[in-house]
């Protein structure tokens, strides 16, 4: 599967300061197979023309092909086509429900995440609770894993949204998501899931879930940057006011008001992410082709072999689950008296390309007691000689740099 897969992404063949890439940066974001790049290539040479608004040739093709997408995107998913919501990313996604949950919450009323969040799953919500009056409320971690019993005592009726990681982009541990659901909404919380490390990498199904809104970025499971995805339940969805007004969301315009469109259009004023959505529905056609079943488990076996070639590293503090099970491919860690940085740089000199930094969860790494750390994220394309090249430059770093000391 390795071999032939690999094929598909021009950018593997890429050197880096002489050395042969290995990418292993895929939670920042992954690389894109052949297939996505020439679907974007294909709409801007032959198709290029704005959506839902023309009645010639190209702008019926172009619609055609980006609404083939929301249908591709809700079979994947296993949501329906109403309920796919096109944004610019998980960051614009869970903006727009902080921003309706604006609407809904009072003084006095609680929204739940915890320290593992991304800043775009926890800023929101910072400012949606200073301009209400709600308390925002952490659950905190036991085990490198969330502790449900913490997240379960600080559920109660003032708990109005439980906003949470699917998959912790720092610890690499997935949530149990449907357990989780089912304890907020028994409060009557609405459920926000952010699956921006999940969807590429296993079966999201949403029913399963039983989210009430579900976000996810294209450019983190093979698609382009700019594009990403909305999910809400009909119901839910139906309910609530549009917040970006202008062209397309609307069904008719008067002098002094106006009335919304039928979702999900409501949803999506100006003109939309078009070329970027196609280019995400070819990201879908292609795991759909190989098979999130096959994806996961390839990443399950490379993953277990890499975090116990990991663990034998003299030196190296890793941050998550200490096992397999319950997580993904993300690592993240730091090696005694070395800076992530320095390490990252080394690395880089070797073909190998990995992130350091805070990695956008500053709560979570000061609750962790670090500034900074390495992060190394698996994808389909990535093999055993990969995680192999990583441990022998890894364990040069050290000896190079502690023979400098």
Same mark, same amino acid.
């Given at each position: 599967m390795e071999a032939r897969i690999r094929q598909d992404f021009p950018i593997l063949?890429?050197?880096?300061?002489? =050395?042969?890439?290995?990418?292993?940066?895929? $939670?920042?974001?992954?690389?894109k197979p052949v297939r !996505?790049?020439?679907?974007?290539?294909?709409?801007?040479?032959?198709r290029n023309a704005n959506v839902h608004r023309g009645?010639?040739?190209?702008?019926?093709?172009?619609?055609?092909?980006? =609404?083939?997408?929301?249908?591709?995107?809700? $079979?994947?998913?296993?949501?329906?086509?109403?309920? !796919?919501i096109f944004t610019r990313g998980t960051t614009e996604g869970l903006n727009l429900i902080a921003a309706w949950a604006g609407r809904v919450l009072q003084a006095g009323d609680e929204v739940l995440i915890t320290v593992m969040e991304h800043h775009a799953n926890l800023i929101p919500w910072q400012e949606v609770c200073r301009q209400t009056g709600a308390k925002l409320v952490y659950a905190y971690l036991k085990d490198g894993r969330l502790d449900l019993v913490d997240f379960r005592a600080k559920l109660n009726s003032?708990?109005?949204?439980v906003s949470l990681a699917h998959v912790s982009n720092v610890l690499g541990c997935i949530n149990p998501v449907e357990e989780l659901?089912?304890?907020?909404h028994q409060v009557g919380a609405y459920v926000v899931v952010d699956a921006a490390q999940s969807v590429g990498h296993l079966p999201v199904q949403v029913a399963s879930l039983d989210c009430d809104f579900l976000v996810f970025s294209g450019h983190k499971m093979y698609g382009p940057t700019g594009v990403g995805v909305l999910y809400g339940k009909k119901e839910i969805l139906t309910k609530f006011p549009p917040l970006v007004f202008g062209g397309e969301m609307i069904a008719s315009v008067s002098e002094q008001e106006a009335?919304?469109?039928?979702?999900?259009?409501?949803?999506?004023?100006?003109?939309?992410?078009i070329a970027e959505a196609i280019g995400l529905g070819a990201a879908i056609d292609y795991l759909a082709d190989l098979d999130m079943?096959?994806?996961?488990?390839?990443?399950?076996?490379?993953?277990?072999?890499?975090?116990?070639?990991l663990k034998q590293i003299e030196g190296l503090t890793l941050y998550g689950p200490t096992e397999f099970q319950q997580r993904v491919g993300v690592f993240s860690f730091n090696l005694a008296g070395l800076h992530p940085h320095d390490v990252a740089t080394a690395l880089d000199y070797q073909g190998i390309a990995v992130r350091a930094g805070h990695h956008c969860a500053q709560p979570l790494l000061t609750y962790l007691g670090q500034g900074s750390a390495l992060r190394v994220s698996l994808a389909l394309y990535n093999t055993k000689e990969d995680c192999q090249a990583l441990i022998k430059a890894l364990e040069e770093t050290k000896e190079f740099f502690h023979g400098l000391g």
């Open positions: 063949d890429s050197q880096i300061k002489g =050395e042969p890439l290995i990418y292993l940066d895929n $939670a920042a974001t992954s690389q !996505v790049i020439q679907a974007i290539t294909d709409y801007y040479q032959r009645v010639h040739t190209l702008a019926e093709q172009a619609t055609r092909q980006y =609404e083939a997408a929301r249908d591709k995107v809700a $079979a994947f998913i296993g949501a329906q086509r109403e309920e !796919v003032r708990t109005k949204f659901a089912s304890w907020a009335s919304w469109a039928d979702l999900p259009y409501k949803f999506e004023a100006g003109t939309p992410p079943a096959r994806v996961e488990a390839h990443e399950r076996e490379l993953g277990a072999y890499l975090l116990a070639a």
